[in-house]
């Protein structure tokens, strides 16, 4: 299993919980990018810079991502495109995306991006707080303890 992160938008604290997961568990984590982003060093941590452009980090985690990867993502379409190719998506506000949940939170995305089109707004997300982090780290947690319960080559 890799680890990859969407880390444009992504919050510092949940790369920060990244960071040690990655270590803890032996795993690598890559982080994609049109734009630098420190990492801690780490033989386990890297990060691609991708050029700027429309969607151009979310082409390469799909073109790289293989079955059983997890990526961290808000982005619903990314998230949409790497469960078609049997990885897991979770939010970095610890929103599992799965074939179950995946179309109806893109006809909402749609529908909320004809309101705004249309001149509505509705605002944006509420800032990100203490339980947020909380449920991504338990969710991380439980995606990690079942690769390592599934996993046939476990990490050393």
Known sequence: ???WV???ACPVVIKEILFRAAERMQLPL???ANQYIKTPPSKL???IQVSAGFDVADNEIV???A???LVITADIPLAD???SKQAQALSPRGELYTKNNIKGRL???DFMDTLRSSGMHAGGPAAMNQSDRKAFASHLDRILARYLRESPTKPS
């Open 67 to 69: 079955p059983g990867d």
């Open 63 to 65: 073109a790289r991502v």
């Open 107 to 109: 006809n909402m995305r």
């Open 6 to 8: 969407d880390a444009d």
């Open 30 to 32: 890559i982080l994609v």
């Open 81 to 83: 495109e790497v469960i």
């Open 45 to 47: 941590i890297s990060c």
């Open 1 to 3: 299993m890799k680890i």
